[in-house]
T-cell receptor, first 116, second 112 residues
Framework: DVKVTQSSRYLVKRTGEKVFLECVQDMDHENMFWYRQDPGLGLRLIYFSYDVKMKEKGDIPEGYSVSREKKERFSLILESASTNQTSMYLC???????????????FGAGSRLTVL | AQSVAQPEDQVNVAEGNPLTVKCTYSVSGNPYLFWYVQYPNRGLQFLLKYITGDNLVKGSYGFEAEFNKSQTSFHLKKPSALVSDSALYFCAVREAGTALIFGKGTTLSVSS
């Protein structure tokens, strides 16, 4: 089974702290994504990456940055955490457009971040 | 720009009855359409997808969805609901070369 592992299940940080959320996948997927999930708002795309060292902004990139130095790892960085970034963060990965598994996202369990 | 709408925040059905969870979309080209499910305290799981071909798509756990191009809809259906189907359901859409965009989700509650 494909596994997408998010390093922290729960985090509590203070306003202004720098926060790193790590995500690792073990199926050689080209594509990786970061979403945040908030009640009533569904999933909103923050950033995604189609290849190593590549990144694309999603719908809500403000206040976030990402890093993809290795194919299997995609990190989400909050440079200066704010209370409105309290949320559930979901990492996902997928193959590029090929084969029956193409386009199907496999999600991690999520990282619930609370910013005080 | 692509978008997806789930018009119902919650759908309530009795066990054994058919269920429908609605989804409409807007894209400029051919859509890639998906349904995902999130059970309580668990991650999102893929249910089914439509890329091309038959308009009726069958997926996991007895779910199916019908692609209707003229109505730009992709409703999720199941002939006979189970209590264990109670969960949060997300419709998602993408165009070629873009990332997946999700709806706001619909909570399905199946009563015994």
């Amino acid at each position: 089974d494909v596994k997408v592992t998010q390093s922290s299940r729960y985090l509590v940080k203070r306003t202004g702290e720098k926060v790193f959320l790590e995500c690792v996948q073990d199926m050689d997927h080209e594509n990786m994504f970061w979403y945040r999930q908030d009640p009533g708002l569904g999933l909103r795309l923050i950033y995604f990456s189609y290849d190593v060292k590549m990144k694309e902004k999603g719908d809500i990139p403000e206040g976030y940055s990402v890093s993809r130095e290795k194919k299997e790892r995609f990190s989400l960085i909050l440079e200066s955490a704010s209370t409105n970034q309290t949320s559930m963060y979901l990492c996902a990965s997928s193959y590029r457009d090929r084969g029956p598994g193409a386009n199907v996202l496999t999600f991690g369990a999520g990282s619930r971040l609370t910013v005080l | 720009a692509q978008s997806v709408a789930q018009p119902e925040d919650q759908v309530n059905v009795a066990e054994g009855n058919p269920l429908t969870v609605k989804c409409t979309y807007s894209v400029s080209g051919n859509p890639y359409l998906f349904w995902y499910v999130q059970y309580p305290n668990r991650g999102l799981q893929f249910l089914l997808k439509y890329i091309t071909g038959d308009n009726l798509v069958k997926g996991s756990y007895g779910f199916e969805a019908e692609f209707n191009k003229s109505q730009t809809s992709f409703h999720l259906k199941k002939p006979s609901a189970l209590v264990s189907d109670s969960a949060l359901y997300f419709c998602a859409v993408r165009e070629a070369g873009t990332a997946l965009i999700f709806g706001k989700g619909t909570t399905l509650s199946v009563s015994s």
